[in-house]
């Protein structure tokens, strides 16, 4: 029989099998007398996360291993910035004494960008870090910013780059890659595809490798891997055992992932807004009588704010934004990313220099906080370079994971043709199998889920429309076949 046939017959029988398990006996009874049994809970439902879990793998994996590569790279960049911007980030320590007043370093700023705007001033942190001065200005990408890099004891400027934000260009190609592949818009649908997805394999890879029962060293089996034995139960091991040691991690990057992506992160910052959990502002609306003071030209200086904001109790890194409009304060926010984070805000009175208003961090919402976190232990940034060592570990194992899925699928392939084949999927119609108790709250979730998940819900109808598809040309073709013999 020709390999195509053997295929064809394979499937058949399999889908025969899957059907017959799938329909009803009647009266409750087999062949033999005896009553049927209907099957347990996880006996119906195994077979089904089998199937799903088998075809995201191998379709989402690409995604998966891009999202994980990509990751994986980002991991180095703020080392790597270190080293290639050092001559614009740092300078030789002196005394604060002798360093020029930060209008003077505005200044300066300007001068270099002539035709820039000025966004805000990032004062230096330490004594060997330079001043940053970000402009809007043209030729620049959205959200870009040419910024001027000024020494703060001579005032004079060390370069000019384009950053995005706070990143350095190196930084900021970096994360393009790892979010879009610098396909613009359009390519931030593969990280968002990945994100959706990382959390369906990793409980599905739990529920199935915790759901395994084992009658002998049930808890060494379930938290070491196999070191020998055949080959595909040897690679499973591994993929399941690793799985199950950094399945935290994952579904953390799963869960940050979505925050800020396109589709899904609009969808969360809505259910945020109506919990009153999103990220508050400072208020920068002056009273009349000061608004008044401001349009007349009074304006204390950007070193009387920075002056006004220490007093306050701000410290470490900070960013200074100048008034957006007349009758509007400055507005001075600590950027410290590293536990514990310092994210306190002050708005400034540009005539007198009081403080108008003031945002502390410990106020801000508890969902506010941990969007805060979960964004920053995600990039890296929360617990330094140990949050960076733990996400390019969780990278390389993502990587490895995605490979011995791929790996496990080749492994069960068939080994008598001489013809190159894949293994075989799990057996179709399990969905059939599951009791109406259990399948009609799962089609419940997963519509609410596909809502607010679109590169969830999306793709999981195609996956369905595409299995119901194949699955009708194989039985026709099956019976075809059987026909023609």
């Known amino acids: 029989m020709a390999l195509g046939d053997t295929t064809l017959e394979t499937a058949r029988r399999e889908d025969e099998a899957a059907t017959s398990a799938a329909a009803p006996r009647p009266e409750g009874r087999v062949?033999?007398?005896?009553?049927?049994?209907?099957?347990?809970?996880?006996?119906?439902?195994?077979?089904?996360?089998?199937?799903?879990?088998?075809?995201?793998?191998?379709?989402?994996?690409?995604?998966?291993?891009?999202?994980?590569?990509?990751?994986?790279?980002?991991?180095?960049?703020?080392?790597?910035?270190?080293?290639?911007?050092?001559?614009?980030?740092?300078?030789?320590?002196?005394?604060?004494?002798?360093?020029?007043?930060?209008?003077?370093?505005?200044?300066?700023?300007?001068?270099?960008v002539p035709d820039g705007t000025l966004q805000s001033v990032s004062p230096a942190a330490g004594p060997t870090d330079t001043t940053r001065v970000l402009f809007d200005a043209k030729g620049v990408p959205q959200g870009w910013s040419r910024t001027a890099f000024v020494d703060p004891y001579t005032g004079k400027v060390l370069g000019v780059l384009t950053t995005d934000g706070q990143w350095l260009p190196l930084r900021a190609w970096l994360d393009t890659l790892h979010r879009t592949l610098h396909l613009g818009a359009f390519g931030r649908n593969y990280s968002e595809l990945a994100a959706s997805w990382l959390w369906v394999e990793v409980l599905g890879g739990l529920a199935l490798w915790l759901g395994v029962r084992r009658r002998r060293d049930r808890i060494r089996r379930t938290l070491l891997p196999r070191l020998r034995g055949p080959g595909h139960r040897r690679v499973l091991s591994w993929h399941a055992v690793v799985g199950l040691w950094v399945s935290l991690g994952l579904l953390g990057l799963s869960a940050t992932g979505l925050t800020w992506s396109d589709h899904a992160g609009a969808n969360v910052g809505q259910i945020r807004a109506q919990l009153k959990g999103g990220t508050p502002s400072v208020p920068t609306a002056l009273p009349a009588h000061q608004a008044t003071a401001h349009t007349r030209g009074s304006d204390v200086g950007i070193d009387a704010v920075v002056r006004s904001a220490h007093r306050a109790g701000l410290s470490g890194v900070l960013v200074v934004t100048p008034p957006a409009a007349p009758g509007r304060a400055w507005v001075?926010?600590?950027?410290?990313?590293?536990?514990?984070?310092?994210?306190?805000?002050?708005?400034?009175?540009?005539?007198?220099?009081?403080?108008?208003?003031?945002?502390?961090?410990?106020?801000?919402?508890?969902?506010?906080?941990?969007?805060?976190?979960?964004?920053?232990?995600?990039?890296?940034?929360?617990?330094?370079?140990?949050?960076?060592?733990?996400?390019?570990?969780?990278?390389?194992?993502?990587?490895?994971?995605?490979?011995?899925?791929?790996?496990?699928?080749?492994?069960?392939?068939?080994?008598?043709?001489?013809?190159?084949?894949?293994?075989?999927?799990?057996?179709?119609?399990?969905?059939?199998?599951?009791?109406?108790?259990?399948?009609?709250?799962?089609?419940?979730?997963?519509?609410?889920?596909?809502?607010?998940l679109p590169l969830l819900g999306i793709p999981l109808l195609v996956f369905l429309a595409t299995d119901l598809a194949v699955g009708a040309v194989v039985r026709r073709r099956a019976a075809a076949a059987g026909v023609a013999r």
Not at 411 to 420: D, E, G, K, V, W
Not at 433 to 438: E, M, N, S, Y
């Open 332 to 452: 001075v926010k600590e950027n410290t990313r590293h536990w514990p984070e310092r994210q306190d805000s002050v708005a400034v009175d540009p005539a007198t220099g009081k403080v108008t208003a003031k945002l502390r961090f410990a106020d801000y919402p508890l969902l506010a906080k941990l969007t805060r976190w979960g964004i920053d232990a995600h990039m890296g940034l929360l617990f330094g370079l140990p949050n960076q060592i733990a996400l390019a570990l969780l990278a390389a194992t993502l990587i490895a994971m995605v490979l011995w899925g791929y790996r496990m699928w080749w492994l069960r392939r068939p080994t008598r043709s001489t013809c190159a084949a894949f293994g075989r999927a799990p057996a179709r119609g399990a969905w059939r199998r599951l009791p109406g108790r259990v399948l009609a709250p799962a089609v419940l979730a997963v519509a609410v889920l596909g809502y607010y």
């Open 31 to 112: 062949p033999g007398g005896t009553v049927a049994r209907p099957p347990g809970l996880w006996a119906a439902t195994r077979p089904l996360l089998m199937r799903l879990h088998f075809y995201v793998g191998v379709l989402i994996g690409p995604f998966l291993l891009v999202a994980a590569t990509t990751g994986l790279l980002y991991t180095t960049s703020p080392q790597l910035e270190q080293f290639v911007y050092r001559h614009e980030l740092h300078v030789t320590a002196q005394s604060a004494s002798h360093a020029v007043p930060l209008a003077a370093q505005v200044a300066a700023g300007r001068a270099a």
